[in-house]
């Protein structure tokens, strides 16, 4: 491969690229060849991307004072966005998009050379009018401040040659330049009147045979693609393989995972150097990853406050404090029973302060308390480089990216955090002074447009985007995605330039026929670049099928059916594998274990064993998702406590039915406030709002609760959030029953507090469906004549319950001794360590704890 090359480089010489992945390439394969001839050491070779020569050729003028002063891509991305708003008076909702469209615009402008006169009278609308206007503010402040930004590098070099201010030596070779742009063509000719020899390297003509697969889908054909390179690397070791994928740009991560399930199947159970084994061309934004996202979640929290959503993450993530979890997560399930809200730094160390269990959560409350500090002493104004500073400085404080050692790939991600931040600093070229918001907002803008991708071996296989192709040379390459509709691919002309203007030019996709030679040329071009090609295209798209492209006539390739999808290597497994019983059942309760989730655990017990196993005994906790206002367990707990307030100096019936009209507000009123004073601290507006409905709401329920307990039999309250201890077999459980009355036989009547929808006790086969009722009334240890659910909500209200009053009293005590014997069966069996799977339940109540039990994988086997 690449025979060209050292000719091309023998004496002074200079070989420029497309790209700078072809640039690296072309390096490598020097250095291999160097290597393969005997020579230990040789000179570095002349070998540079397009921007990159540009930009050494500047550099090696003697007269740098001369030379206007460069601009980088976050400097002129400032520009425009000034220059916009100076030419429609405030900023527009898509500005960022506007001016990444004009930015090109003004690229390809450059490229063509194309003057701003040209395309001020050619405009047509009133966006290309616009365009034309901010453009030409745009050129006058580059010529006024003499700055020049990336897009006006080649016209400078250019004249720089011309004038022989900049001297190139030699020979200077051109590699996969598959459109040449007149920029670039006159560059040429200026390297050619200097006395350089220019070259363009060769190409080859198309291998063939050429085969076309054709596959049903795209995961079929990528997938296939895969196992086919895995083939050709077991004939031959060491090959180079390419696959090209169009719109890899928006589909790299996928495309990424289909090709590895054909090149290493099972590769997500090797280690990292086994995915490396496929390595993609085109990264992933920086904001994308975690610590990039997370470090701006935390800067943000600076300037505005948090949702509960993203406390959230700020809590789970072990990318800030020492990266302890555990504490952390309690922490965040106590803050998804909160009322959503906005949080400020303040709020959440008031609200979570005294809820710490570990050092954990410890230290990420005190990193929240210097970020408050550092909220209040917030400079108003300052430069973007001393925002740099202090970013990276509070960054520091909160212990970002955590404590653990780096791998090279999170070393390599933090650098190029740190570009992004000195590509903030560098802003004080055209922006002296700015805001923390403003800072933060620009850097995120930064991060969102700067693409990372860790340097790494070039792997067994390439995945590739047709573009980055161009130029390079294989032993063998598969051509993706060839369908009529795929390709040629959609023309991109600008739309802020006129069409004609871009006809008349020549400028690319100007019109359909443009679109179309420039596809049918790209296509030969990768199809002579490997001895062996393969070309497919995937039968179905969208719903919608699909034919191969007509311009595959030119590659002369033929239908085959040689290659096939090796399908999901998960798949297979599951076909292979069997469920093995490692044990009967867990180990049993110790004495001294703790048994969490209350009396309901017992409910579980019966239901569903090994739920309440992971409740029970693993201490695992349902993580119920961020409710938008009030979520439902905190209105529930609201009501609990409310009505705990109500009758907390236990009242007789006959003193309820005494209270006055006013004696009764003033209970109801100091109930509500006692109920809902914790939880209107610290509120935003919205808040608020929703909490003074929730006053009038619960008000109504507690007076409609007094007239219900007035019209009952006559009682006496003979307690409130009643603590009581329950043992049985080894299981142990601290119990709070919601209230006790007295009935004048002397006997007890429980009752349970339910909020939300109707719950009834018994189910149709008279058992109990709440037990917990049951393990009340047996550690009591008293004469009990009835046991009752309260359903106390807005759509209805009354009492469920079983025993006297309720059902039949003749067999009230036979009923509670059978249900007792249910108590005793479910306690003996989680002691013993039952964690069998109840099969018959649905799918929603299994949930849950899918992930822990199974459950859905159970139901396959069976």
């Not at 991560?253 to 390595?279: C, D, F």
């Not at 959440?348 to 990193?367: K, M, T, Y």
């Not at 507690?702 to 006496?716: A, G, H, I, P, Y």
């Not at 005590?813 to 989680?830: H, Y």
Request: include cysteine.
């Amino acid at each position: 491969m690449y025979q060209w090359l050292p000719d091309a480089l023998q004496g002074p010489s200079t070989v420029i690229t497309a790209n700078r992945r072809l640039a690296r390439i072309l390096q490598g394969e020097f250095a291999r060849q160097q290597v393969r001839r005997g020579i230990a050491a040789w000179e570095s070779p002349a070998i540079y991307s397009w921007h990159d020569w540009l930009t050494r050729t500047l550099q090696s003028v003697p007269s740098q004072q001369e030379l206007p002063t460069r601009l980088n891509a976050q400097q002129s991305q400032l520009l425009w966005e000034r220059c916009l708003v100076k030419e429609i008076g405030e900023p527009l909702s898509g500005t960022a998009n506007l001016v990444r469209l004009a930015r090109d615009a003004w690229q390809r402008m450059a490229d063509w050379e194309v003057s701003i006169r040209e395309v001020a009278r050619a405009s047509q609308s009133d966006d290309q009018r616009l365009f034309a206007a901010i453009a030409g503010r745009y050129l006058g402040i580059l010529e006024r401040e003499h700055w020049v930004d990336d897009a006006g590098l080649g016209a400078l070099v250019d004249g720089l040659l011309r004038s022989r201010r900049a001297v190139v030596e030699g020979r200077v070779t051109f590699v996969g330049f598959d459109r040449e742009r007149p920029l670039v063509r006159s560059i040429k000719e200026a390297l050619l009147a200097s006395g350089c020899e220019v070259r363009s390297a060769p190409t080859r003509e198309v291998a063939h045979p050429v085969g076309l697969h054709c596959f049903d889908t795209v995961e079929m054909e990528m997938r296939a693609a895969g196992a086919w390179a895995r083939a050709r690397l077991e004939e031959a070791p060491g090959q180079s393989i390419a696959i090209i994928a169009g719109n890899l740009e928006q589909s790299a991560e996928r495309m990424t995972h289909l090709v590895r399930e054909g090149v290493v199947p099972g590769w997500q159970y090797g280690s990292a150097s086994v995915a490396a084994g496929v390595n993609v061309s085109y990264g992933r934004k920086l904001i994308e990853f975690p610590a990039i996202s997370i470090a701006l979640l935390w800067l943000t929290w600076l300037v505005r406050d948090l949702s509960t959503i993203e406390i959230g993450h700020l809590l789970r993530t072990p990318l800030l404090a020492d990266g302890s979890l555990g504490a952390r997560s309690r922490l965040e399930l106590r803050l998804r029973k909160m009322p959503d809200r906005d949080w400020s730094p303040t709020m959440i160390s008031s609200a979570l302060r005294g809820l710490e269990s570990g050092s954990g959560d410890i230290e990420w409350l005190s990193r929240v308390a210097e970020l408050t500090k550092s909220r209040r002493e917030l400079k108003r104004r300052a430069s973007p480089a001393q925002w740099a500073v202090y970013i990276d400085a509070v960054l520091s404080t909160c212990g970002w990216p955590g404590t653990g050692s780096l791998s090279s790939f999170d070393f390599q991600l933090i650098n190029r955090w740190r570009d992004a931040l000195n590509d903030l600093a560098r802003l004080d070229l055209v922006s002296p002074t700015m805001d923390l918001k403003g800072a933060i907002r620009r850097l995120e803008q930064i991060a969102a447009e700067a693409i990372f991708q860790p340097e790494s071996d070039p792997g067994a296989v390439q995945l590739m985007g047709p573009l980055e192709a161009s130029g390079a040379e294989f032993d063998a390459v598969w051509i993706s995605g060839l369908s009529a509709a795929s390709w040629p691919p959609s023309g991109n002309p600008s739309p802020l330039l006129s069409r004609q203007l871009q006809r008349q030019k020549g400028m690319p996709d100007a019109d359909p026929a443009d679109t179309v030679d420039y596809a049918q040329r790209l296509l030969s071009m990768l199809g002579s670049s490997a001895e062996h090609v393969a070309c497919s295209y995937a039968l179905h798209e969208d719903d919608t099928e699909q034919a191969p492209s007509g311009l595959l006539a030119a590659l002369d390739a033929q239908s085959t059916t040689a290659e096939v999808d090796p399908g999901w290597h998960a798949a297979h497994l599951a076909n292979e594998m069997r469920t093995v019983r490692v044990a009967e059942c867990a180990p049993q309760i110790h004495e001294s274990e703790q048994i969490s989730g209350g009396a309901g655990v017992l409910q579980r017990q019966l239901n569903d064993p090994i739920s309440a196993f992971i409740v029970a005994r693993l201490g695992v906790a349902y993580l119920p998702p961020q409710a938008i206002g009030l979520p439902a367990p905190l209105r529930g707990n609201i009501i609990h406590d409310a009505l705990h307030q109500l009758y907390i100096d236990t009242p007789s019936q006959q003193e309820i039915g005494s209270w006055t009209e006013k004696q009764l507000q003033m209970r109801i009123d100091s109930a509500v406030n006692a109920a809902f004073s914790r939880h209107e601290r610290n509120t935003d507006d919205v808040l608020n709002q929703l909490l003074r409905l929730e006053r009038v709401r619960v008000a109504g329920l507690l007076r409609q609760f007094v007239t219900m307990d007035v019209s009952r039999e006559d009682f006496n309250i003979a307690a409130v959030e009643h603590p009581i201890s329950f043992q049985e077999a080894s299981v142990r459980l601290q119990l709070r029953i919601d209230r006790l009355d007295r009935r004048s036989d002397d006997t007890v009547v429980i009752l349970d507090y339910k909020t939300g929808a109707r719950k009834t006790l018994l189910g149709s086969d008279g058992r109990p469906k709440e037990i917990q009722l049951i393990v009340y009334a047996m550690a009591l240890k008293a004469a009990i004549s009835a046991v009752a659910l309260v359903n106390i909500d807005s759509r209805e209200m009354g009492f469920t319950g079983a025993g006297e009053g309720y059902t039949d009293a003749t067999t009230w005590e036979t009923s509670l001794d059978q249900w007792k014997l249910l108590v005793r069966g479910a306690c003996r069996d989680l002691s013993v360590g039952d964690v069998r799977i109840n099969v018959l339940q649905g799918p929603k109540e299994a949930r849950p704890f899918n992930l822990l039990s199974r459950y859905t994988e159970l139901l396959r086997v069976e």
